[in-house]
């Protein structure tokens, strides 16, 4: 059993930046592939970025390529997702995941065996 713990979201303005964390408890956190997801108003839920267990080779969503880093500290069972250059419609609770199977593709839908509840990242004009 993993439980996921989101923080870090708040109010910002257009062009500024924001780190969000994602605690994790559970023994084998560190086998995990990871990943940050978001869902704005009236939108699917959408892929940000993944990483898998070893913290190489990321798998980037189309929403926020080249303006997004992941990481993850396996000592201290956090992830982090580092967000550059927010723009309005980045507006969007922000998920962390945490999943058995690679997150390396939107189609089909990855599977994920674990969620967060989430943090809500507003960005204003």
């Known amino acids: 059993q993993v439980q996921l713990v989101e923080s870090g979201g708040g109010m910002v303005l257009a062009g500024d930046s924001l780190t969000l964390s994602c605690a994790a408890s559970?023994?084998?956190?560190?086998?995990?592939?990871v990943a940050w997801f978001r869902e704005a108003p009236g939108k699917e839920r959408e892929l940000v970025v993944a990483?898998?267990?070893?913290?190489?080779?990321?798998f980037f969503g189309d929403s926020m390529k080249g303006r997004v880093t992941i990481s993850r500290d396996n000592a201290r069972n956090t992830v982090y997702l580092q967000m550059n250059k927010l723009k309005p419609e980045d507006t969007a609770v922000y998920y962390c995941?945490?999943?058995?199977?690679?997150?390396?593709?939107?189609?089909?839908?990855?599977?994920?065996?674990?969620w967060g509840q989430g943090t809500q990242v507003t960005v204003s004009t």
């Open positions: 995941a945490a999943a058995k199977a690679p997150i390396d593709r939107t189609d089909p839908w990855p599977i994920i065996d674990y």
């Open positions: 990483l898998n267990w070893s913290g190489s080779s990321p």
């Open positions: 559970g023994r084998a956190f560190s086998s995990y592939h």
